[in-house]
């Protein structure tokens, strides 16, 4: 049977369980006995140096790479690709999913499609536009209870790229923007 390459995005806001579905999904090709290379961004290191973590405690072996460069040069000879914090990679990432998908590699890329200010966030909605799968995942808002899809900043942000959780809470679009009421326009 041959395999066809394609690109999978697993995405939503922070709390939405990305990492832990883009890890269940790795597990399987594992078991379909698939050659798997997991990559994170470098800058993550919140649950492990390298390893990608979940916010369940779960943990799954990985390599990690702070550039596309970097990352495309720790792919060989591969069955699937899981890419994690996707959203901290250079644009140049769509490309290089593309041309792995193109060359018969399946591609699963997990990361955040907005950032705290609900604005696009590095190439996951590039991504998203290609790509054969997309899972756009929810999580609790911790004010109300309903389906959150925004990663809210409880403090003051000084950059679009803050990695950590402490400082994030999911929220719902109602309460986001109660919590932004001083930044959205009416």
Known sequence: MTFHGRIEVITGCMFSGKSEELV?????????????????????????????????????????????????ALIQDVDVVGI???QFFHPGLVELCEELANNGVRVIVAGLDQDS???????????????????????VCVQCGA?????????????????????????CRHCWQGGMSGFLPG
């Open 117 to 139: 200010n609900a604005e696009p966030f590095g190439p996951i909605p590039a991504l998203m536009v290609i790509a054969e799968d997309v899972t756009k995942l929810t999580a």
């Open 147 to 171: 389906p959150a899809t925004r990663s809210y900043h409880k403090g003051r942000k000084t950059d679009q790229v803050e990695v950590g959780a402490n400082q994030y809470e999911a929220r």
């Open 24 to 72: 269940r999904r790795l597990r399987r090709a594992q078991i379909a006995r698939k050659r798997v290379l997991a990559i994170k961004h470098s800058s993550d290191d919140r649950y492990d140096v390298t390893d990608i973590g979940c916010h369940t405690g779960d943990k799954f072996k990985a390599v990690t790479a702070a550039d596309v460069p970097e990352l495309a």
């Open 84 to 86: 994690d914090e996707g």
